[in-house]
C-alpha cells in the first residue's frame, strides 16, 4: 500500500498566512501540518508517500526532503498547472503501481486508517471512500450508499431538498491503480463531479467506509484556529504534538496556563499573561502583554501591555505598546502594528 497526498492547492481561503507559506506546511501546534499526515499514513503501515505539488513546491520540498527524518520515503510529483484533485493522482501514475490511499492536503484525522485499508482489502473493493457525519452536508457532498456500503450516487454540495444523509465526503480514498484508465490526460478533473460517477456508470466497484472520528478541514482562518482549540482542549490527541518547551528563566513572573503551547526560544516577561494560545519559536512576549485563544507564529514580538485575542499572527509580526488586537484578526507575516492601535 502506497499513499498520495494532494498538496497543491494555493490555500487562497486561508490567505493572507499563505502568501508566504504553503497550507500544507503552516504549522499546527508549532508543527508543520503535513507531518500529521504522514504519521498517520505510517503507522498504518504506509512507508512509500508521493507528495503531489504546485503551489510554492520548493518550500515543501526544502522542508521534508526524502522523508528519511520522519521515517518514511517521499517522492514529489509536481503539477505543471493545476489539474484538480483527480488530475493530480493522474499527474503521480509513473509511481502508482498498487492500491494507494489518497488524502486530501487540508485534513487533520484521527483515523483508524488500518481498519479502512483492511476492509478494502477484504471487500475486494477498487475504491474506497471514506465518509464523515457533518452538520451541513450542503457545503461538502452527499454520499449514498447500500446496506452492504456499497456506493450508489454521490451529490456534491446539495441543496437542502436534495439532502438524504448527512454522511459526507472526507477527503480520503483507496484507489487501485486500475482507476487510472478512467482519468484523461493533462486537464484538471475531480473525484466528487467526475470520476466517482463515472465509476459508477462503469459498474466499478465503490464502496464506503462510515467514520465518526474527529475531522476537520484546516483551511480556514477559522477552522485554522477552531484546529487548535481542539488540541488545547483534547478534542483532538496525538503524541507528535510537541510540548510547552520554555527554560527555567524564559517566563519569571509571567502567567501561563497549563493548556497553552509554548515553543522553545520564548522570552516571556514579568507581568504578561498567556491562556489557551499558542506561541511559536523566538518569540518576544513582553511585559504586561496578555494573549488569549491566539495562535502567534515564529518570531513574532507582542509589546508591553498589548492585548491579542481571537488572532493568528503570522511569522516576524510586530504588535507595539498597548496595542489591541480582538477576535477575528488575522496578520500575514512580517505585519507591524503600532502602538495604541486597536484591531
Not at 504549522?27 to 504546485?54: T, W
Not at 517522492?75 to 493522482?89: D, I, M
Not at 491503480?177 to 463531479?193: A, C, N, Y
Not at 507581568?271 to 504586561?288: D, F, H, L, T, Y
Request: aromatic share 6%; glycine share 12%.
Amino acid at each position: 500500500m502506497k499513499g498520495l497526498i494532494l498538496a497543491g492547492g494555493k490555500g487562497t481561503r486561508l490567505r493572507p498566512l499563505t502568501l508566504n507559506t504553503p497550507k500544507p506546511i503552516v504549522p499546527v501546534a508549532n508543527r508543520p501540518f503535513l507531518l500529521y499526515q504522514l504519521d498517520l499514513m505510517k503507522h498504518a503501515g504506509v512507508g512509500e508517500i508521493v507528495l503531489s505539488l504546485s503551489y510554492q513546491p520548493r518550500k515543501i520540498e526544502d522542508l521534508l526532503k526524502d522523508g528519511a527524518d520522519f521515517d518514511v520515503s517521499i517522492r514529489y510529483a509536481v503539477e505543471p498547472s493545476p489539474l484538480g484533485t483527480v488530475g493530480a493522482f493522474k499527474n503521480a501514475e509513473e509511481w502508482i503501481d498498487g492500491p494507494t490511499v489518497v488524502f486530501n492536503g487540508d485534513i487533520l484525522t484521527a483515523l483508524d486508517l488500518e481498519a479502512v485499508i483492511a476492509s478494502h482489502r477484504a471487500r475486494d473493493a477498487a475504491v474506497t471512500i471514506v465518509l464523515t457525519p457533518v452538520e451541513d452536508p450542503s457545503s461538502y457532498g452527499v454520499v449514498e450508499f447500500g446496506d452492504d456500503g456499497r456506493v450508489t450516487r454521490f451529490l456534491e454540495k446539495p441543496g437542502r431538498d436534495q439532502i438524504t444523509s448527512n454522511n459526507s465526503n472526507a477527503g480520503t480514498y483507496i484507489l487501485d491503480p486500475k482507476v487510472l484508465e478512467f482519468i484523461p490526460e493533462g486537464r484538471p478533473f475531480s473525484f466528487e463531479r467526475e470520476l466517482f460517477p463515472t465509476l459508477l456508470a462503469e459498474g466499478v466497484t465503490v464502496y464506503a467506509y462510515t467514520s465518526e472520528c474527529y475531522w476537520i478541514d484546516i483551511g480556514t482562518p477559522g477552522k485554522y484556529l477552531q484546529v487548535h482549540r481542539d488540541i488545547l482542549e483534547g478534542r483532538f490527541r496525538s503524541p507528535s504534538i510537541p510540548g510547552t518547551e520554555l527554560g527555567p528563566d524564559d517566563a519569571v513572573g509571567a502567567t501561563i496556563d497549563a493548556a497553552s503551547l509554548i515553543a522553545s526560544g520564548v522570552r516571556v516577561q514579568e507581568g504578561a499573561s498567556i491562556r489557551s494560545s499558542v506561541i511559536g519559536p523566538n518569540c518576544n512576549i513582553q511585559a504586561g502583554a496578555e494573549i488569549v485563544d491566539s495562535v502567534i507564529w515564529s518570531g513574532c514580538t507582542i509589546g508591553q501591555s498589548a492585548r491579542v485575542e481571537g488572532s493568528v499572527l503570522g511569522r516576524g509580526c510586530h504588535v507595539g505598546t498597548s496595542a489591541e488586537l480582538g477576535t477575528g484578526t488575522i496578520l500575514g507575516g512580517k505585519s507591524s502594528i503600532t502602538e495604541y492601535s486597536s484591531l
